[in-house]
């Protein structure tokens, strides 16, 4: 009992749900800070506007709110305070730096996110330069998605997705389900092992990085195996891009069904936005439908994940795990995740929810954009390229091929009226 009290307030695990649920609290209290502006056209609106001291003041702001909550989980849990405190200044500027580049219009166009800007420069700094000692102790990848993800859960809102469609959220279980087996199947005939298998699994079927993120941490995964995966993601993700929309358009399929091929397929909602825009308002519409009703898995997904993990390893050591042992390996943020979606779902004012929506985005995304310059940190290219001797590239590659064939049949079934009404959608 001692020790499961300790953990309730010293591990990463519940602090990072803790420091979550004090964040949304006191928003929906009323604590609205206003967020610094990365939207830029041009040198002088870079000048004039993203370099202002009135939106660097706001930049410092946002940084000291985080630090403040991020210091007290780090001092709970005997971290090097000092040290994480002269070091958190550089990876938040890092990261303030990647939201800036992914601000531009014309990279915003592109569908190119912070987080592939985050990423590339952790990994320039690391390969090139190294990373300091007095620097790696802020540099807390799992510390800070973990936190992100919680607030995330404010987002992932039910009744829009059950509103929005019920032919969505069909889509999104039978691609999640079939893609997912499919792709860990084709990973271990590769001899890629369990764990990569599962992150690559998860985000080939879901949504991409967070998607991957959730899910080494339902497997209590290893970080550079995470990295890797990342890195898959990022790369596969910016042809499809391109090409599916161009596709879409020479075989003349219907824009509505395009969308829904798009939302199923591409790894982000920004790459499905933009992808969308380049065929229609409507299959950019539709696609945002499929991608929402797909993110809305993720927690349910790392729920499955972290049990089925726990009693495979379980039986592969002879020995069924205890509903204890389950419960002591559940990632929960998980469950902070899933408490923040339903209450935001189900037991607040609409009213409240749309006023609180743009402060909680922009938090999450300042501890995402914190979290993805930290992986890119942590990581050596040395580490990726030795990684599986290509095999699980292969695996991802092959099971993105196969989710790209799959969506899109299930897009034409479900989408194209043969079994359903074709959605009304303006």
């Known amino acids: 009992m001692k020790r499961w009290i300790k953990n309730l307030f010293k591990s990463e695990d519940w602090l990072t749900v803790w420091i979550g649920f004090v964040l949304i609290i006191i928003v929906l209290l009323g604590f609205r800070p206003e967020l610094p502006v990365f939207k830029w056209t041009s040198s002088t609106v870079l000048i ?23 210091s007290g989980g780090i001092f709970v849990m005997e971290g090097k305070i000092g040290r994480f405190m002269i070091g958190f200044p550089v990876v938040y500027s890092l990261s303030w730096l990647s939201q800036l ?4 219009s014309t990279v915003n166009y ?9 990423l590339l420069i952790g ?28 607030i995330l859960g404010t987002g992932i809102l039910f009744f829009e997705i059950i509103q ?15 893609v997912w087996y499919a792709c860990f199947w084709f990973a271990r005939k590769l001899k890629v092992d369990d764990e990569l298998s599962a992150m690559l699994a998860t985000g080939v079927s879901i949504c991409g990085v967070s998607a991957a993120i959730a899910a080494c941490g339902a497997i209590n995964g290893d970080k550079k195996k995470l990295s890797y995966t990342i890195s898959l993601v990022l790369i596969v993700a910016v042809p499809m891009m ?18 829904a091929w798009l939302g199923g397929t591409l790894d982000t909602t920004g790459s499905v936005v933009a992808a969308g825009a380049l065929i229609s308002e409507k299959a950019m519409k539709v696609g945002t439908i499929v991608k929402f009703s797909q993110n809305v898995l993720i927690g349910i997904t790392a729920l499955i994940l972290s049990i089925w993990w726990t009693m495979r390893k379980g039986n592969q050591q002879s020995n069924s795990p205890s509903i204890w042992v389950i ?5 929960k943020f998980v469950l902070g995740f899933l408490i923040a979606s339903i209450i935001f779902s189900f037991f607040l004012d609409p009213k409240l929810v749309k ?18 310059t930290s992986i890119g940190l942590e990581t050596r290219f040395i580490d990726l390229y030795s990684m599986g001797n290509g095999r699980p590239a292969i695996a991802f590659i092959g099971a993105q091929a196969f989710n790209v064939i799959w969506t899109l049949i299930l897009s034409l079934i479900l989408f194209g009226g043969f079994i359903f009404p074709i959605p009304q959608i303006r």
Not at 48 to 70: A, R, V
Not at 361 to 368: C, D, I
Request: neutral net charge.
């Open 110 to 118: 592109w569908g190119l996110e912070y987080v592939i800007f985050a």
């Open 164 to 178: 929005a469609g019920v032919i969505g959220i069909i889509q999104a279980l039978l691609v999640v389900f079939i």
């Open 242 to 259: 391109v090409l599916e929309p161009w596709i879409a358009k020479i075989f003349n399929i219907p824009d509505i069904v395009a969308g």
């Open 327 to 331: 419960w002591e390996r559940f990632p």
């Open 48 to 70: 004039n506007k993203i370099f202002s001291t009135d939106n660097i003041l706001k930049s410092i702001y946002i940084g000291l709110i985080i630090l403040i909550f991020s």
């Open 355 to 372: 006023e609180t929506k743009g402060i909680l985005s922009g938090l999450r995304t300042a501890w995402f954009a914190l979290a993805f």
């Open 101 to 104: 580049i992914a601000g531009n």
């Open 123 to 150: 990994l320039f700094i690391s390969n090139i330069f190294g990373v300091p000692a007095w620097l790696k102790e802020a540099v807390r990848t799992e510390y800070y998605i973990k936190t992100g993800l919680v």
